[in-house]
């Protein structure tokens, strides 16, 4: 499916990004008709690629949350510390062809780990 990032270091640091403007609505708009195209809006976005520190080649980001206190990390790991884990990927960068992931969320039992398994209505 998609490719382990090997660096995270060509995102532009956050303070040199451009932000979404009001120039990107044409490009907004198409994306969300092809996501409504192929049934994909209600599962996939967009995010800002950006960076705040550089990051080592061997690292991934970790996304982890703490549904009882609405609190969300995202930390570097080093991707041998996943090698034994079963994860979902969360976001991706796109602009080699081929999805490549840039964040990832463990999954141990079943669920979600950083008490995902508590969101009601699940």
């Not at 967009?46 to 969300?72: C, I, K, W, Y």
Request: hydrophobic content about 40%; charged content about 25%; glycine content about 4%.
């Amino acid at each position: 499916m998609s490719k382990v990032l090997p660096a995270m270091n060509s995102f532009p640091h956050v303070n040199e990004v451009i932000p979404l403007s009001e120039a990107d609505a044409p490009l907004v708009r198409e994306l969300s008709e092809v996501l409504k195209k192929y049934g994909a809006l209600e599962r996939f976005g967009l995010t800002l690629l950006h960076r705040h520190f550089p990051f080592s080649d061997n690292e991934l980001l970790l996304e982890t949350t703490d549904v009882e206190s609405r609190v969300q990390t995202i930390k570097p790991v080093p991707k041998a510390v996943l090698a034994n884990e079963k994860y979902i990927e969360t976001a991706w960068r796109l602009d080699t062809g081929v999805a490549i992931t840039s964040c990832v969320c463990i999954v141990r039992n079943g669920e979600h780990t950083g008490d995902h398994q508590h969101i009601p209505g699940r």
